[in-house]
């Protein structure tokens, strides 16, 4: 059995920052790769960023530049770091670990950027 949970969401001002973290944790033998997702309401889930076991990474256009995303892997953790924050990122944020033939999905986080 895995179990995601993402941690760090929160209400931040617009300009803000806030540091996302995702752990999984249970019988893992092998996670090629974490990535972030997010929700706003009314909306489909979308990609925000990924990392490879070997650290390779990409985003979504729309955090370019804002968004970092990094993980540890000896404590089976990913971060997303998310700077200059718009009111637009409002969303819930969930993580998901791909392992070989299958993944997993978190919870979520709420995220919400507002005045």
């Known amino acids: 059995q895995v179990q995601v949970v993402e941690s760090g969401g929160g209400l931040v001002q617009p300009g803000g920052s806030l540091r996302l973290s995702c752990a999984a944790s249970?019988?893992?033998?092998?996670?090629?790769?974490m990535d972030w997702y997010r929700q706003a309401p009314g909306k489909q889930r979308e990609s925000v960023a990924g990392?490879?076991?070997?650290?390779?990474?990409n985003y979504a256009d729309f955090v370019k530049g804002r968004f970092t995303i990094s993980r540890d892997n000896a404590k089976n953790t990913v971060y997303l770091q998310m700077n200059s924050l718009k009111p637009e990122d409002t969303a819930v944020y969930y993580c998901?670990?791909?392992?070989?033939?299958?993944?997993?999905w978190g919870q979520g986080t709420q995220v919400t950027v507002s005045s």
């Open positions: 990392i490879t076991s070997g650290g390779s990474t």
């Open positions: 249970g019988t893992i033998f092998s996670i090629n790769a």
């Open positions: 998901k670990i791909r392992v070989v033939l299958s993944e997993y």
